[in-house]
């Protein structure tokens, strides 16, 4: 099983960007796939997560009405946009899959991690 994040940068505030992550070993009939962030001084937390084919993603009060998850099956990718960027998005973004789904996702029950990417919102 591998995943791999990327789509990170800088940007101004209002600004966008799309985060990708790429994962195989697995399907999302069998996995939840979830973004969590973790900012500077702060922990991680589960922002935004896709449970099943059919289920309601779920988005963390920070970040809903502005990020989007989405899924494209045949490329094995997951995507979170992300509009209206505030100097509070800027962290490191992951991404992470499970085969227990929890909402909000929870750090415990994700079994694997791809490598962080970097989103940095400042003017």
């Known amino acids: 099983v591998q995943l791999q994040a990327s789509g990170g940068g800088s940007v101004q505030p209002g600004g966008s960007l799309r985060l990708s992550c790429t994962y195989s070993?697995?399907?999302?009939?069998?996995?939840?796939i979830a973004w969590f962030r973790q900012g500077p001084g702060k922990e991680r937390e589960g922002i935004s997560s896709?449970?099943?084919?059919?289920?309601?993603?779920y988005y963390a009060d920070s970040v809903k009405g502005r990020f989007t998850i989405s899924r494209d099956d045949p490329k094995n990718t997951v995507y979170l946009q992300m509009n209206s960027l505030k100097p509070a998005d800027t962290a490191v973004y992951y991404c992470?899959?499970?085969?227990?789904?929890?909402?909000?996702?929870?750090?415990?029950?994700?079994?694997?991690w791809g490598k962080g990417t970097q989103v940095t919102v400042s003017s």
């Open positions: 992470a899959a499970g085969r227990t789904a929890t909402i909000p996702p929870t750090e415990y029950f994700m079994d694997y």
């Open positions: 896709v449970i099943s084919r059919t289920g309601n993603p």
């Open positions: 070993g697995f399907t999302l009939d069998d996995y939840a």
